[in-house]
């Protein structure tokens, strides 16, 4: 199980190269801008400017690193052990290396990361590839249903808590799952992707079982 844990992350960064070079471009770019309005604010002598331009770069230069620090945890096979972690400050982290993929699909991400910590004990890695998967999953969906007429295809993340766990939900306005396949999404090697393994979803009902939480579908009345 953590051998095909491990491929599941490997095989799901080649589907997020793009995505991540199109991220990383971003404070890549910015940098650069910021670093030729640094250098203009030498030339004609304005301190004040040459700091905001110098204050905007470690910005970026910060983001750039969170996003390549996401990346190495994910694809690292070291195990991980259960910690105290903020699942705001997670599900932030986790959404780095989906913004991209989701900006190209055209699909809106909706996070807001509660004002005040909610922290339980997990496996950080884990709990991250649980949330990348049912991201994917629901990009996945939105991408067969973009022909049909969507006001915005999006996907919203929400925490909360309920008296002593933590919920976090993943909502897609999506086609939903059919009650046929609704029987099997939990059994490995069942799949409605083409070229898909079906491990995917029993893999993370498992991840988050060993942590003592659960993976539950909920119906709703649209998507899933």
């Known amino acids: 199980e953590a051998q095909l844990a491990h491929a599941s992350r490997v095989n799901g960064?080649?589907?997020?190269?793009?995505?991540i070079a199109h991220e990383l471009a971003q404070p890549v770019t910015a940098s650069l801008s910021q670093s030729q309005a640094a250098l203009r604010a030498l030339e004609m002598g304005k301190p004040e400017l040459l700091q905001q331009a110098l204050h905007a770069n470690v910005r970026q230069a910060r983001r750039?690193?969170?996003?390549?620090?996401?990346?190495r945890s994910y694809i690292s096979n070291a195990p991980s052990q259960p910690q105290l972690i903020d699942l705001g400050q997670l599900?932030?982290?986790?959404?780095?290396?989906?913004q991209g993929p989701a900006t190209q699909a055209r699909v809106e991400l909706v996070w807001q990361a509660p004002e005040k910590e909610l922290n339980v004990w997990?496996?950080?890695?884990?709990?991250?590839?649980?949330?990348?998967?049912?991201?994917r999953n629901a990009l996945?969906?939105?991408?067969?249903?973009?022909?049909?007429p969507l006001t915005t295809a999006q996907?919203?993340?929400?925490?909360?808590?309920?008296?002593?766990?933590?919920l976090?939900?993943?909502?897609?306005?999506?086609?939903g799952i059919s009650p046929a396949a609704l029987e099997k999404i939990f059994d490995p090697f069942f799949t409605t992707k083409p070229g898909g393994m079906g491990l995917g979803l029993p893999l993370c009902a498992t991840l988050m079982e060993r942590m003592g939480g659960s993976l539950d579908y909920v119906t709703s009345a649209a998507g899933a």
Not at 64 to 71: K, T, W, Y
Not at 122 to 135: I, R, S, Y
Not at 140 to 148: C, F, H, I, R
């Open 122 to 135: 997990a496996d950080p890695v884990a709990l991250e590839q649980v949330l990348h998967n049912l991201v």
């Open 155 to 166: 996907i919203e993340l929400t925490l909360q808590r309920q008296e002593h766990q933590a």
């Open 64 to 71: 750039a690193g969170d996003i390549l620090g996401r990346i």
């Open 91 to 98: 599900v932030t982290q986790a959404l780095l290396l989906l």
């Open 13 to 19: 960064m080649g589907e997020m190269a793009s995505g």
């Open 168 to 175: 976090i939900s993943v909502q897609d306005n999506g086609p």
């Open 140 to 148: 996945d969906a939105l991408a067969e249903s973009a022909e049909k």
